[in-house]
């Protein structure tokens, strides 16, 4: 097992993108408001902070999200936990996946929107049920990432598969 270490170019608030609407999202569920905040780092996430964080709660709520007409190409979701200034615990439901153990932009949206909401500083780990990844959220919201990389997997590609 080794490390590995890569950055994203700066995310965007939904703000930044659509100057208006989509700025604070809420989504009734089971007679509760959940407020999410959503952003953009190349592909589309929401993030909703929340007290109670479950993997029923992804697994309930993320579809219904994911689906939800403001999203135009659908949206990954989700679901934060503050630990404290440094560290935020995630599920995430991933559109077109569904309920997914980690993810990098996952974990960099989520740090973000943490970021930006004034919840943490802005070296962050996010804790997944898949592992750790550290974050950091530079000062024009470029993400650095770095975490375990673990060989999965050997496979031999055809060439004929890249053309």
Not at 18 to 27: K, M, N, P
Not at 80 to 86: A, C, F, N
Request: proline content about 4%.
């Amino acid at each position: 097992m080794g490390t590995v270490q890569c950055g994203l170019a700066p995310t965007k608030s939904e703000a930044d993108l659509a100057r208006a609407a989509l700025a604070a999202l809420e989504f009734p569920f089971e007679n509760k408001y959940y407020t999410g905040d959503a952003a953009d780092i190349g592909n589309p996430h929401c993030v909703l902070p929340v007290e109670n964080l479950s993997k029923e709660l992804a697994c309930q709520l993320g579809p219904l999200i994911e689906l939800d007409e403001r999203f135009a190409n659908k949206t990954n979701v989700q679901f934060l936990k503050v630990i404290d200034r440094s560290t935020i615990q995630i599920e995430i439901w991933e559109r077109g996946a569904g309920y997914t153990l980690a993810s990098g932009s996952s974990s960099s949206a989520a740090a973000a929107v943490a970021h930006r909401l004034g919840l943490c500083n802005s070296s962050i780990a996010v804790r997944m049920p898949g592992g750790q990844i550290d974050i950091v959220v530079q000062d024009d919201y470029a993400i650095n990432m770095r975490g375990p990389a673990t060989k999965v997997a050997t496979m031999h590609l055809a060439a004929e598969a890249l053309l």
